[in-house]
Nanobody, 119 residues
Framework: QVQLVESGGGLVQAGGSLRLSCAAS????????MGWYRQAPGKQRELVAA???????NYTDSVKGRFTISRDNDKNTVYLQMNSLKPEDTAVYYC?????????????WGQGTQVTVSS
């Protein structure tokens, strides 16, 4: 059974930094791409950053140059380092694993961690 457990959210002033962690279990972690999504009140959940099993990364435009996604396969953990935070980064952040199989995809989610950036 796949489990994803996030940690590291909190309240920070604009310009500050936070590091989110997502510990995975129940899978051979190193084989899977991982992502961080966020959902602000009244908005759709959006992909923030993703990292492939080989370490390639991509980011949504609004966080490029400020956020860094990384992974530690020995610890089965993916991280999101968030610098120069802005009030518009306020959201619940979710860790995601997408499992692709012939003809479909299954998504696994963590419970979410709240990030609040004050102005």
């Amino acid at each position: 059974q796949v489990q994803l457990v996030e940690s590291g959210g909190g309240l920070v002033q604009a310009g500050g930094s936070l590091r989110l962690s997502c510990a995975a279990s129940g899978i051979i972690f190193k084989f899977y791409a991982m992502g961080w999504y966020r959902q602000a009140p009244g908005k759709q959940r959006e992909l923030v950053a993703a990292i492939t099993s080989g370490g390639s990364t991509n980011y949504t435009d609004s966080v490029k140059g400020r956020f860094t996604i990384s992974r530690d396969n020995d610890k089965n953990t993916v991280y999101l380092q968030m610098n120069s935070l802005k009030p518009e980064d306020t959201a619940v952040y979710y860790c995601n694993l997408a499992y692709y199989y012939p003809g479909g995809r299954a998504d696994y989610w963590g419970q979410g961690t709240q990030v609040t950036v004050s102005s």
